[in-house]
């Protein structure tokens, strides 16, 4: 677990106490974070638009691939950092979680209202953002917000039951003082408190968030909106357990969307499969993979290759911030050499510019005709065929890529890039996740 030396940490906390103590903090109390009328409205639901990371960015399509596939190879490596602090400490409750993520959501925060960006993130739980009187933060593109300047802001007590989930020094005087940690190394320090957020018309007073003081990569707009299952996380503080997401295309210009509350939900053309609650890290969301068809061929995968064990190990987890799919190594050994077999294409080496593994050369004649196989993955119970775009790219270099990698004997990630323009719908009442195609830009 990525963790500060016990004298640098305990400074960090003296540091922050001292701030507290400038601020005066008032302090809130366990709340019903709805009132009647916010109530009403999230009956009705609300629509967040979402940006990709880069979309701001002059990059070329090559480049924007290579960049995704760093953040999910280092993403997969803090999930694997959390299986690994578990199963040393078994008894001990890890509180190392995956950061970063893709996709951009707006919001805003306070009284008045300030409009921000958060990465929306289904891997992890807290909600931060950078605050006044900020001693070591990232350049954001919003001014960083100050609670001075709101009349709604409250710090939150130690007998907040908020408090008992972070790593925190808390005492009556100072609040709740978190240090939160992430895989890589990265890691947000403040204090917790509550504020009222605002997303389109709807707002939410008292919702829990990290005032980050000290922040140390990786930058992530203004900051990060957990939509995990924990009790920190947005989802959970809004007590509306529905919520999907619509992705557009990856090299495309159009934003994305997330629907929380009753526009979330569909009916007709949806295919249903199991959420599994992991038995160490319950805030990730696991499906049950039970194989892979490639063409007309069901892969001889082993069983027991996707299975979540007792310990955390293993498993596939949907994750809204990995871009690219990585698959423990049996299976995806297996894939690519299918692939292979089935794409009648001379093989590239492309390793430096895309860091994917499998490459063929795309035919400079453009009335040549390429037969790219299909690709189905069996879930319990849904069988998702995949559009052929969601896991082969076509570079600008002329080459075409599968969009999949290995991550060795660890947990799999099924990724956003295989995701797109299909609507992905989280039911946490019935504890199922659903897909249907769909036209995202026109949703």
């Given at each position: 677990m990525a963790s500060l030396p016990p004298s640098l940490s305990s400074l960090l906390f003296l540091t922050l106490a001292l701030i507290l103590i400038s601020i005066s903090p008032a302090f809130s109390t366990p709340h019903q974070a709805l009132d009647d009328h916010q109530d009403q409205l999230m009956k009705t639901g609300f629509k967040i638009t979402l940006n990709h990371i880069d979309s701001g960015g002059n990059f070329t399509d090559s480049e924007r691939l290579y960049r995704a596939v760093k953040r999910s190879s280092r993403r997969?490596?803090?999930?694997?950092?959390?299986?690994?602090?578990?199963?040393?400490?078994?008894?001990l409750r890890t509180k190392v979680y995956p950061g970063g993520g893709e996709y951009l959501m707006n919001f805003s925060v306070g009284t008045p209202p300030k409009l921000y960006y958060g990465t929306m993130d289904t891997g992890s739980d807290l909600i931060w953002t950078q605050c006044r009187p900020c001693l070591e933060c990232f350049s954001q593109p919003d001014p960083v917000f100050d609670p001075k300047k709101s009349s709604s802001f409250s710090n939150v007590s130690c007998s907040n039951n908020f408090c008992h989930e972070l790593k925190s020094q808390c005492n009556a005087y100072d609040g709740c003082v978190y240090y939160y940690s992430y895989g890589d190394g990265a890691f947000t320090a403040g204090y917790l408190a509550t504020e009222t957020f605002t997303f389109k018309?709807?707002?939410?007073?008292n919702v829990a968030f990290g005032c980050g003081i000290f922040q140390f990569g990786p930058e992530s707009g203004d900051g990060l909106v957990?939509?995990?299952?924990g009790p920190l996380s947005l989802i959970s503080q809004l007590g509306e357990r529905t919520f999907s997401y619509c992705l557009t295309d990856f090299n495309?210009?159009?934003?994305?969307?997330?629907?929380?509350?009753?526009?979330?939900?569909v009916n007709g053309g949806i295919k249903t499969t199991p959420l599994i609650q992991g038995p160490v890290n319950p805030t990730f969301y696991y499906l049950s993979l039970e194989g892979i068809?490639?063409?007309?061929?069901?892969?001889?995968?082993n069983k027991t290759t996707f299975?979540?064990?007792?310990?955390?190990?293993?498993?596939?987890?949907?994750?809204?911030g990995t871009q690219i799919t990585q698959l423990a190594e049996s299976a995806y050994t297996l894939v690519k050499e299918e692939f292979i077999s089935q794409v009648k294409l001379p093989q590239v080496d492309a390793r430096n510019s895309t860091v994917l593994d499998l490459c063929f050369e795309w035919p400079s004649d453009p009335s040549d005709r390429v037969e790219i196989p299909s690709l189905?993955?069996?879930?319990t119970d849904a069988d998702l065929d995949l559009p052929t775009e969601n896991y082969m790219t076509l570079e600008d270099i002329g080459i075409m890529c599968l969009a999949m990698l290995g991550s060795g004997d660890t947990s799999s990630t099924f990724?956003?890039?295989?995701q797109q323009n299909i609507l992905v719908v989280y039911d946490l009442y019935k504890e199922t996740l659903s897909f249907m195609p769909t036209e995202c830009d026109k949703f």
């Open positions: 997969l490596q803090m999930f694997n950092e959390m299986v690994l602090t578990a199963k040393k400490h078994p008894k018309k709807v707002s939410v007073p957990g939509l995990g299952r495309g210009t159009r934003p994305s969307t997330l629907l929380i509350g009753s526009h979330a939900s068809t490639i063409g007309s061929t069901r892969l001889p995968i299975a979540l064990n007792a310990d955390g190990s293993g498993g596939l987890i949907i994750d809204s189905v993955f069996h879930f990724g956003n890039i295989q």
